[in-house]
């Protein structure tokens, strides 16, 4: 028998060899079958399961805060599209939100359990009513950061897809526009296409620094990003922007 070591192996596994491979199950296209293991083999799926976390996501937002410092205790903080509230565990963390003094509000129309130190409101946020009814959750007070994670349901359409995902970041910024306290910042997935020059400028005109994030949570062969944009200038009561 072939000793192991004159193989080259040293009795030791590959990674190739350690990859769980997905077998193609009847009735499971080939596009499941590879997301699946994807996710058996996503090291960031596991950590978040070890770490109590509800989804890998999580790990973006707590990236994004090690490298950038979006958060300090006491901040308050709004997670747009919160489902399934991975974001929200982090900040809440971050920020030292509890049951007793919460800080931090989740906002989407899909159900969620609880997440302690989180209140959660069942709504869409592009309702008119919504940044009224963050600010009461928030016992009157504007929000130090506002986030957003969300995607539209991709079409396949690149171009499309680009187009839809601006209009939901443009949405998203108008919305922080409204309920950040000045120097607050601003968070949102996009996925880059060119095409967001518009967004860009709508908020450098209202914030002092903005820029692309990529997390190393974020797959490196997805072309999803993140925008930050940081030090809200705050808008006078007529809806303008407050100077330098």
């Given at each position: 028998?072939?000793?192991s070591?004159?193989?080259?192996?040293?009795?030791?596994?590959?990674?190739?060899?350690?990859?769980?491979?997905?077998?193609t199950?009847?009735g499971?296209?080939i596009?499941?079958?590879?997301w699946?293991?994807?996710?058996?083999?996503?090291?960031?799926?596991?950590r978040?399961?070890?770490?109590?976390?509800?989804s890998?996501?999580?790990?973006?937002?707590?990236?994004?805060d090690?490298?950038?410092?979006?958060?300090?205790?006491?901040m308050?903080?709004?997670d747009?599209g919160?489902?399934?509230?991975?974001?929200?565990?982090v900040?809440a963390?971050?920020?030292?939100?509890?049951?007793?003094?919460?800080?931090?509000?989740?906002?989407?129309?899909?159900?969620?359990?609880?997440?302690?130190?989180?209140?959660?409101?069942?709504?869409?946020?592009?309702?008119?009513?919504?940044p009224?009814?963050?600010?009461?959750?928030?016992?009157?007070?504007k929000?130090?950061?506002?986030?957003?994670?969300?995607?539209?349901?991709t079409?396949?359409?690149r171009?499309?897809?680009?187009?839809?995902i601006?209009?939901?970041?443009?949405?998203?910024?108008?919305?922080?526009?409204?309920?950040?306290?000045?120097?607050?910042?601003?968070?949102a997935?996009?996925f880059?296409?060119?095409?967001?020059?518009?967004?860009?400028?709508?908020?450098?005109?209202h914030?002092?620094?903005?820029?692309?994030?990529?997390?190393?949570?974020?797959?490196?062969?997805s072309?999803?990003?993140?925008?930050?944009?940081?030090?809200?200038?705050?808008?006078?009561?007529?809806?303008?922007?407050?100077?330098?």
């Amino acid at each position: 028998m072939a000793n192991s070591k004159a193989l080259g192996t040293g009795g030791r596994k590959s990674a190739r060899d350690l990859k769980i491979r997905v077998k193609t199950a009847k009735g499971r296209k080939i596009a499941s079958t590879k997301w699946l293991e994807r996710q058996l083999n996503d090291p960031y799926v596991a950590r978040a399961r070890a770490e109590g976390y509800r989804s890998r996501a999580a790990f973006k937002i707590k990236e994004m805060d090690e490298r950038h410092k979006l958060f300090k205790r006491g901040m308050r903080v709004v997670d747009l599209g919160a489902a399934p509230g991975g974001w929200s565990q982090v900040a809440a963390k971050a920020v030292g939100s509890t049951p007793e003094h919460p800080l931090v509000v989740g906002i989407d129309y899909l159900d969620m359990d609880p997440i302690p130190g989180v209140i959660l409101l069942k709504k869409d946020f592009t309702e008119d009513d919504a940044p009224a009814m963050l600010e009461a959750a928030l016992g009157g007070h504007k929000a130090d950061v506002v986030m957003s994670d969300m995607a539209w349901p991709t079409t396949g359409h690149r171009a499309t897809d680009h187009l839809r995902i601006v209009h939901l970041i443009e949405i998203a910024a108008d919305f922080a526009i409204q309920v950040l306290k000045p120097g607050g910042s601003f968070v949102a997935k996009v996925f880059q296409g060119g095409t967001e020059h518009e967004l860009l400028h709508m908020l450098k005109r209202h914030f002092r620094s903005t820029f692309h994030a990529k997390p190393p949570a974020s797959r490196a062969d997805s072309s999803e990003a993140y925008l930050v944009a940081m030090g809200f200038k705050g808008v006078e009561e007529d809806g303008g922007d407050v100077d330098d």
